[in-house]
């Protein structure tokens, strides 16, 4: 007879039950806390659906707007990829070409927003599209917003409908609705600011469902930048309203749009009073512990943070005093000291990857003497340990934006203690942060300077190629030079480097008398590296056109790459440095026409090359072939200095001021010019001497 069929590994598999019971026994027993000790309770998809939270409106299954045929996707993909090329002959031609996508496509708009295939088709046709074609694609998604917001392929469609449509009510308020006729008769012609409020209205009963949505949240943050009239270009926006990981999806060569990136727009009232609604309603019913749980749901967060932000922003630091403010709720005790809820709830976001983030936006808005309280309870004896963190860093840098100088003092001499650690673990952020307030306040930065001095200290002291993490690699002549292979690798601690050194350049003393003096020893081979790395160019940049760079310095810099100039013009990053070298010859004509006869010398290479093209523009290179008399003037002009001095063998005019003591340069120079006047008076005379003895 066959035998049964046993599974293996059931002894086996009963012990490992065993001991995962007694492990979780014996960790329920660990994690086990007193009702008082316990926090706040992270929002989870089972702590949504449990009944421990007030409920939250759901809405219900998403529909199925069919799909495309075969014949259809195909022709949307060709018509997708003629958009994102844009080889167009003529922009009408353009228009024509999407009036027949738009006629193909009608009707079945949803289901292009919904395919994964032909989304992109619908971003690029919004990108492209006409103010009446947007309100005709407007109107087809009128009614579907809320399921549409929420779909991995359409909500990407809606974003992109809301930002580009949001220059379009800006506009109607300075021009009323022209009178344009719809290409469909059967089309309404509405205002966009009615279309924006059609769609609120459909998204209003779910917005605390939707803060949580994995792609509902996004749209719904463009949603509520648009009605604040914010800028949608703005980097402090943007990082809240895209992921970074969102493809950025276009049209070659296309126009971008100026209204995009305007410091704010305007916005008609009827928008304010629909963002005051939205506020109210995406946190009325919800409780402080549901909204403490936002505060560390990575998706939830983001939100939260721009709903706090909008609501101390728009409407006054004094809505923090109404009990039914989002601010109010999540820290209702007052005062808020140690001990209290509150307090448990601020500690525990300090150090939390998500919920810090949402802790750096009430330091920056919340109301200034809420901020005083906050910053002496819980952060005026912490600020080097907060520091120190890798986290609480990034807090600890908002609380320096906003202290006064006294307390930015006091704060200064805890984190200089902590530089030396900083140093180690390339936490170069918070000192940027503490030297940049420094230099607002007024406050002296001499022991910052100190400190690192010794972190980034070398045989002969401060080191530049440390602070830039610059590669090192053996050369020929045995000297050091970058490794082209690592030095040129993109690297976050590179990158906070340079913006560290820069920020350095700022302040005069000796904070940029560091830089200066370590660019200043690197020799020829480094600072040719140095200049190519696309990095560490920028604080080579910002170094020599600098407002306390010493003349002596930029002399000494420049002059390391003599020989090198063009070779450096025909290097994407390099070549930066050469136009920088233009500003940084103030004063220094000799230099500068030093430099411009090399570039001379490879006009031909120069020419055959596009950022050398850039270059040779830049320096007005055909000026200087052509006249080279009038190059002189203009670059003495530009430069508004009165000491210029004009190349010593060029046919300029020396320019000095009366008015001074001569360097010892100069007064060799007059001797010089004094001495061969003076042989040549004499030759003359004799020549004409001699004349007059053979006519004799």
Same mark, same amino acid.
């Given at each position: 007879?066959?035998?049964?069929?046993?599974?293996?590994?059931?002894?086996?598999?009963?012990?490992?039950?065993?001991?995962?019971?007694?492990?979780?026994?014996?960790?329920?027993?660990?994690?086990?806390?007193?009702?008082?000790?316990?926090?706040?309770?992270?929002?989870?998809?089972?702590?949504?659906?449990? $009944?421990? @939270?007030?409920?939250?409106?759901?809405?219900?299954?998403?529909?199925?707007?069919?799909?495309?045929?075969? !014949?259809?996707?195909?022709?949307?993909?060709?018509?997708?990829?003629?958009?994102?090329?844009?080889?167009?002959?003529?922009?009408?031609?353009?228009?024509?070409?999407?009036?027949?996508?738009?006629?193909?496509?009608?009707?079945?708009?949803?289901?292009?927003?919904?395919?994964?295939?032909?989304?992109?088709?619908?971003?690029?046709?919004?990108?492209?599209?006409?103010?009446?074609?947007?309100?005709?694609?407007?109107?087809?998604?009128?009614?579907?917003?809320?399921?549409?917001? #929420?779909?991995?392929?359409?909500?990407?469609?809606?974003?992109?409908?809301?930002?580009?449509?949001?220059?379009?009510?800006?506009?109607?308020?300075?021009?009323?609705?022209?009178?344009?006729?719809?290409?469909?008769?059967?089309?309404?012609?509405?205002?966009?600011?009615?279309? @924006?409020?059609?769609?609120?209205?459909?998204?209003?009963?779910?917005?605390?469902?939707?803060?949580?949505?994995? @792609?509902?949240?996004?749209?719904?943050?463009?949603?509520?930048?648009?009605?604040?009239?914010?800028?949608?270009?703005?980097?402090?926006?943007?990082?809240?309203?895209?992921?970074?990981?969102?493809?950025?999806?276009?049209?070659?060569?296309?126009?971008?749009?100026?209204?995009?990136?305007?410091?704010?727009?305007?916005?008609?009232?009827?928008?304010?009073?629909?963002?005051?609604?939205?506020?109210?309603?995406?946190?009325? $019913?919800?409780?402080?512990?549901?909204?403490?749980?936002?505060?560390?749901?990575?998706?939830?967060?983001?939100?939260?943070?721009?709903?706090?932000?909008?609501?101390?922003?728009?409407?006054?630091?004094?809505?923090?005093?109404?009990?039914?403010?989002?601010? =109010?709720?999540?820290?209702?005790?007052?005062?808020?000291?140690?001990?209290?809820?509150?307090?448990?709830?601020?500690?525990?976001?300090?150090?939390?990857?998500?919920?810090?983030?949402?802790?750096?936006?009430?330091?920056?808005?919340?109301?200034?003497?809420?901020?005083?309280?906050?910053?002496? !309870?819980?952060?005026?004896?912490?600020?080097?340990?907060?520091?120190?963190?890798?986290?609480?860093?990034?807090?600890?840098?908002?609380? *320096?934006?906003?202290?006064?100088?006294?307390?930015?003092?006091?704060?200064?001499? *805890?984190?200089?203690?902590?530089?030396?650690? *900083?140093?180690?673990?390339?936490?170069?952020?918070?000192?940027?942060?503490?030297?940049?307030?420094?230099?607002?306040?007024?406050?002296?930065?001499?022991?910052?300077?100190?400190?690192?001095?010794?972190?980034?200290? $070398?045989?002969?002291?401060?080191?530049?190629?440390?602070?830039?993490?610059?590669?090192? %690699?053996?050369?020929?002549?045995?000297?050091?030079?970058?490794?082209?292979?690592?030095? =040129? #690798?993109?690297?976050?601690?590179?990158?906070?480097?340079?913006?560290?050194?820069?920020?350095?350049?700022?302040?005069?003393?000796?904070?940029?008398?560091?830089?200066?003096?370590? @660019?200043?020893?690197?020799?020829?081979?480094?600072?040719?590296?140095?200049?190519?790395?696309?990095?560490?160019?920028? %604080?080579?940049?910002?170094?020599?056109?600098?407002?306390?760079?010493?003349?002596?310095?930029?002399?000494?810099?420049?002059? #390391?790459?003599?020989?090198?100039?063009?070779?450096?013009?025909?290097?994407?990053?390099?070549?930066?440095?050469?136009?920088?070298?233009?500003?940084?010859?103030?004063?220094?004509?000799?230099?500068? !026409?030093?430099?411009?006869?090399?570039?001379?010398?490879?006009?031909?290479? *120069?020419?055959?090359?596009?950022?050398?093209?850039?270059?040779?523009?830049?320096?007005?290179?055909?000026?200087?072939?052509?006249?080279?008399?009038?190059?002189?003037?203009?670059?003495?002009?530009?430069?508004?200095?009165?000491?210029?001095?004009?190349?010593?063998?060029?046919?300029?005019?020396?320019?000095?001021?009366?008015?001074?003591?001569?360097?010892?340069?100069?007064?060799?120079?007059?001797?010089?010019?004094?001495?061969?006047?003076?042989?040549?008076?004499?030759?003359?005379?004799?020549?004409?001497?001699?004349?007059?003895?053979?006519? !004799?």
């Amino acid at each position: 007879m066959p035998k049964e069929n046993k599974r293996r590994g059931r002894r086996e598999e009963q012990k490992k039950r065993k001991r995962e019971h007694l492990d979780d026994e014996s960790a329920h027993k660990k994690r086990k806390k007193s009702t008082d000790e316990a926090e706040f309770i992270p929002l989870t998809e089972e702590t949504q659906q449990d $009944g421990a @939270f007030h409920s939250v409106t759901r809405p219900g299954e998403m529909p199925f707007y069919g799909m495309l045929d075969e !014949e259809e996707q195909e022709y949307f993909k060709r018509a997708d990829e003629m958009l994102e090329l844009n080889q167009f002959n003529d922009p009408e031609e353009r228009a024509l070409f999407l009036d027949n996508v738009y006629r193909e496509a009608d009707g079945k708009e949803l289901k292009i927003a919904n395919s994964q295939s032909c989304s992109r088709l619908m971003e690029r046709l919004i990108l492209l599209s006409t103010p009446m074609q947007l309100k005709g694609l407007f109107q087809k998604f009128s009614g579907h917003f809320l399921h549409l917001v #929420q779909h991995r392929f359409a909500s990407h469609c809606c974003e992109a409908l809301f930002i580009h449509a949001a220059p379009i009510v800006t506009r109607e308020i300075v021009a009323p609705m022209e009178n344009q006729t719809p290409s469909d008769p059967n089309q309404v012609v509405v205002s966009m600011e009615n279309l @924006f409020l059609y769609a609120i209205n459909e998204l209003e009963d779910y917005l605390g469902y939707l803060m949580t949505d994995k @792609f509902a949240s996004h749209a719904l943050r463009v949603l509520l930048v648009v009605l604040a009239g914010l800028p949608l270009a703005q980097s402090n926006t943007r990082s809240l309203l895209q992921s970074k990981k969102k493809e950025r999806v276009g049209v070659a060569g296309a126009e971008k749009s100026n209204e995009l990136s305007l410091e704010k727009r305007a916005v008609p009232e009827a928008f304010t009073n629909a963002l005051e609604k939205v506020i109210n309603d995406s946190v009325s $019913g919800l409780d402080t512990t549901y909204l403490r749980a936002l505060a560390l749901h990575p998706t939830g967060n983001p939100t939260l943070q721009l709903l706090l932000q909008l609501e101390l922003s728009q409407f006054g630091k004094q809505r923090a005093k109404d009990e039914n403010s989002i601010i =109010h709720r999540l820290l209702p005790d007052d005062p808020i000291v140690e001990g209290t809820e509150s307090a448990s709830f601020i500690n525990g976001l300090v150090y939390s990857p998500v919920g810090s983030r949402l802790l750096e936006t009430v330091i920056e808005f919340a109301p200034g003497k809420m901020f005083k309280a906050l910053y002496r !309870e819980f952060f005026k004896e912490r600020m080097g340990s907060l520091a120190r963190n890798e986290i609480a860093g990034y807090v600890a840098a908002k609380l *320096l934006e906003r202290l006064g100088k006294e307390d930015l003092e006091e704060a200064m001499l *805890l984190i200089v203690e902590q530089l030396p650690g *900083l140093v180690e673990r390339n936490r170069t952020v918070i000192i940027k942060c503490l030297v940049e307030r420094c230099a607002v306040r007024g406050v002296d930065t001499a022991p910052i300077a100190a400190q690192l001095e010794l972190g980034y200290g $070398g045989a002969n002291g401060f080191e530049i190629s440390r602070l830039l993490k610059l590669g090192e %690699a053996s050369s020929d002549d045995g000297k050091k030079l970058l490794s082209n292979t690592k030095a =040129h #690798q993109p690297n976050p601690d590179k990158a906070h480097g340079s913006l560290l050194a820069q920020a350095m350049l700022t302040v005069p003393g000796s904070l940029s008398n560091l830089i200066f003096e370590s @660019f200043a020893r690197l020799g020829t081979p480094l600072s040719l590296n140095v200049a190519r790395d696309p990095t560490a160019s920028r %604080a080579l940049q910002a170094a020599l056109t600098s407002p306390n760079a010493s003349i002596i310095f930029r002399r000494k810099m420049i002059q #390391q790459f003599y020989g090198h100039i063009a070779e450096m013009a025909l290097d994407p990053s390099a070549s930066r440095v050469i136009d920088s070298i233009w500003d940084g010859t103030n004063g220094l004509a000799f230099i500068r !026409e030093r430099i411009a006869e090399e570039l001379a010398e490879t006009e031909a290479s *120069l020419r055959e090359s596009g950022v050398g093209r850039a270059v040779w523009r830049n320096w007005r290179m055909d000026l200087y072939k052509r006249r080279r008399g009038d190059w002189v003037k203009q670059s003495r002009t530009d430069a508004g200095n009165d000491v210029f001095q004009s190349f010593p063998e060029s046919n300029g005019e020396t320019r000095i001021e009366k008015n001074r003591h001569l360097t010892a340069i100069e007064l060799a120079r007059q001797k010089h010019a004094a001495a061969k006047a003076k042989r040549e008076k004499e030759l003359s005379k004799a020549k004409g001497k001699g004349k007059a003895a053979m006519t !004799e």
